[in-house]
């Protein structure tokens, strides 16, 4: 799943637009979601969003939609919690024989949650299936962020890929060997599996620090940067697209849904 996403942000159809204006869209619309007092906002900046991805970087909605689901799924486990936690307002469903009740307040907190996650996800994913994490990087250091923190932030990216693709080997063989055939054998084996992993990924990192000696490593990591112009309408549409979402953040926000 991760490597698919660094893929697919290497051979989106918006590849070749300029990263600090996905950047800057991408961020100014999470900040947008997470500081709306109404839905209506982020389910604006979720539905663009997502025609974004799917319309003009052209990555298959099946993949959109696994990776949506992971965060909405959690977002739904806790706004159940909500429901009964917020007991203000108009009682709409009361549980019989218990002190829960779901109110007005509770589920319009709820869904303003809902929607903020919700907007605040696509806008995330908007970043990460049409820009590489190089770009990032390079983006970074532009900015004037410490190469000490540029460098570690690197070597961190890799290193996860080499903790997913060693637990899924040690994982697949253990499956093979029915490690996971029973609950005390399940336990067992996943203290194997952290305890070979540990030390895999203890050498991976011996590994590498080798092979950057080899290369004559001087302390400061090389980031591949290639410059792409900022088209003018391109700014002005994400500057009128970010107003627009603004003025619906502050029209609807004293707007209830129930």
Wanted: charged residues 15%; glycine residues 8%.
């Amino acid at each position: 799943m991760y490597e698919m996403l660094e893929d697919f942000a290497q051979t989106n159809d918006l590849r070749e637009t300029s990263p600090g204006l996905k950047l800057f869209l991408g961020l100014a619309s999470i900040l947008l979601c997470v500081s709306s007092p109404g839905p209506v906002a982020p389910l604006l900046v979720a539905a663009s969003m997502s025609a974004a991805i799917l319309l003009l970087a052209r990555i298959p909605p099946r993949v959109y939609a696994r990776l949506l689901l992971i965060p909405v799924s959690f977002a739904v486990m806790s706004i159940v919690v909500i429901l009964f936690v917020t007991g203000s307002g108009t009682v709409l469903l009361k549980v019989p024989g218990l002190p829960l009740a779901v109110t007005a307040d509770g589920v319009n907190l709820a869904i303003l949650l809902l929607a903020r996650v919700f907007g605040g996800m696509c806008s995330l994913f908007f970043i990460a299936l049409t820009t590489p994490m190089t770009e990032v990087f390079d983006i970074l250091r532009r900015l004037g962020v410490p190469s000490v923190l540029i460098d570690l932030a690197m070597l961190i990216y890799r290193f996860i890929f080499i903790l997913i693709e060693e637990a899924g080997q040690i994982y697949r063989a253990q499956v093979m060997r029915l490690g996971y055939g029973r609950f005390r054998e399940s336990v067992n084996s996943f203290g194997m599996l952290a305890g070979a992993l540990f030390l895999r990924t203890w050498e991976s990192g011996e590994a590498l620090v080798l092979a950057m000696d080899a290369r004559c490593y001087d302390g400061k990591l090389g980031i591949p940067g290639e410059a792409r112009p900022l088209s003018p309408l391109s700014l002005v549409a994400v500057l009128v697209y970010l107003g627009t979402v603004l003025g619906v953040s502050l029209k609807t926000g004293d707007l209830l849904l129930i």
